[in-house]
């Protein structure tokens, strides 16, 4: 089975360019979340996405937004960026039950310059 | 807020030898989980725990949480160099099971 899968893997954009970046869940699972990773620091929670809703969002400015389609797929975008986004963009899916763990994908790694 | 501290930030260690990460966190949560980081790479889920009292193992790593303390520990037995990585907790939200919140890692080396 595919695990999950995030495109770009790398991407560079130049300040004050938007960003799209996809994430395709593991086959049955139904939500999807997202954090940003900055290096040498934890992950932290951007958004999580259940049934095409949004369940929850972090300490994010309003530049951050994402969406889930009816396959479960979802698309972060960033818009106006700054060098602080410059991070590794993670996704991760899970079936959201009470006992189930989520899974990370890849990553999508983004310079912004 | 639910807060994750982790210690120590940095672990240098000598194949053979045994040493204990520790995460800390401020509120009750129903979940904790470990994971590993290699340079470059997304995370890998190592552990999740779930009650009070629940330890598990795998290989040389040991993982147990105490809720009543807010506390886990990853135990590392005869530490190898295949072991070097960065090791998070990370704990569930209580108003967000998807939400979770990660300690800033330790990053441990593991010299011959």
Redesign the interface.
């Known amino acids: 089975d595919a695990g999950v899968t995030q495109s770009p893997t790398h991407l560079i954009k130049t300040r004050g360019q938007h960003v799209t970046l996809r994430c395709s869940p593991i086959s049955g699972h139904k939500?999807v979340?997202w954090?940003q990773q900055v290096l040498g620091?934890?992950?932290?929670?951007i958004f999580?996405y259940?049934e095409k809703e949004e369940?929850?969002r972090?300490n994010f400015p309003d530049r951050f937004s994402a969406r889930q389609f009816p396959n479960y797929s979802s698309e972060l975008n960033v818009n106006a960026l700054l060098l602080g986004d410059s991070a590794l963009y993670?996704c991760a899916s899970?079936l959201?039950t009470?006992?189930t763990?989520?899974?990370?994908?890849?990553?999508t790694?983004l310079t912004v310059v | 807020e639910l807060k994750v501290e982790q210690n120590p930030l940095f672990l240098s260690m000598q194949e053979g030898k045994n040493y204990t990460i520790y995460c800390n966190y401020s509120t009750t949560s129903d979940r904790l989980y470990w994971y590993r980081q290699d340079p470059g790479k997304s995370l890998e889920s190592l552990f999740v725990l779930l009650s009070n009292g629940a330890v598990k193992q795998e290989g040389r790593l040991m993982a147990s949480l105490d809720t009543k303390a807010r506390l886990s520990t990853l135990h590392i037995t005869a530490a190898v160099h295949d072991l070097s990585a960065t090791y998070f907790c990370a704990v569930e939200s209580p108003y967000n099971n998807n939400d979770m919140r990660f300690g800033a890692g330790t990053r441990l080396t593991v010299k011959p």
């Open positions: 939500s979340s954090y620091q934890g992950p932290q929670f999580q259940y369940r929850g972090g993670l899970s959201f009470v006992d763990e989520a899974f990370f994908g890849q990553g790694r």
